[in-house]
């Protein structure tokens, strides 16, 4: 693999750390409605007596057509009819149970991962105990991070560094905060910030509707 440029190193990495926020903010709720699902399964489907149900079946893999196509094969199938619905249900794939066994595999496959890269990454450069251990009860936050998100409920985001050097593109705060301040002469509100840390495209329209009165891009 050609080596990466540093700024994509960490612009990687950045991006990595708003994946991971989006995901353990929505973790619960997602784990909440997987598990209501599982108590429903399997659940009875209600057809038409004068009518047949006909779904497509891959005899290659054993299983419903529907999850060859959530995994992108092309392996095809066969029109099977379907006469008992609620033994048909108890028999097909339960999405949730699948779903749930994708999550805890990538979360092991995630820490391992991310236990391999911070190796790696600290055999050269051994973090302060300030970045190991932030203080969950500190009003500001630690050193290298940007002090803007940590407003939303200590959100860890690092701050934006230029290419190879150490020197920030704005101090104390991340490139979005700090492109945003330069911009509205002000920090970006709670409100956006914590859309924007859930994973929303944060727009113009978004931005006029939670930003103070008498506030203008220059």
């Known amino acids: ?3 990466l440029a540093p700024s994509t190193r960490r612009r990687i990495l950045d991006a990595t ?3 991971l926020h989006v995901a353990r903010t929505t973790l619960d709720a997602s784990l909440a409605l997987i598990a209501d699902s599982l108590a429903g399964h399997p659940q009875a489907a209600r057809y038409d007596q004068t009518e047949r149900s006909t779904r497509l079946w891959c005899f290659t893999h054993e299983r419903d057509h529907r999850q060859c196509e959530h995994d992108g094969l092309t ?3 066969t029109p099977v009819d379907t006469t008992d619905p609620t033994g048909d249900a108890a028999t097909s794939p339960d999405p949730a149970a699948a779903a749930a066994r994708k999550i805890d595999g990538t979360l092991v496959q995630l820490a391992a991962l991310a236990r391999v890269l911070v190796v790696e990454i ?6 302060s105990n300030e970045m190991q251990h932030p203080d969950p009860s500190a009003t500001t936050a630690p050193d290298g991070w940007c002090a803007s998100c940590w407003r939303d409920d200590h ?8 290419g190879v050097t150490s020197i920030p593109y704005y101090a104390g705060v991340c490139q979005w905060c700090g492109d945003f301040r330069a911009r509205y002469k002000s920090l970006p509100p709670l409100a956006i910030l914590r859309l924007r840390h859930q994973g929303r495209r944060i727009t113009e329209t ?3 509707q939670h930003l103070p009165a008498g506030k203008k891009a220059s």
């Open 1 to 3: 693999m050609k080596p």
């Open 17 to 19: 750390s708003l994946d």
């Open 75 to 77: 392996c095809g199938g």
């Open 122 to 127: 600290t055999a050269w450069a051994p973090p």
């Open 155 to 162: 959100a860890h985001q690092p701050i934006t560094v230029r």
């Open 206 to 208: 978004v931005i006029e």
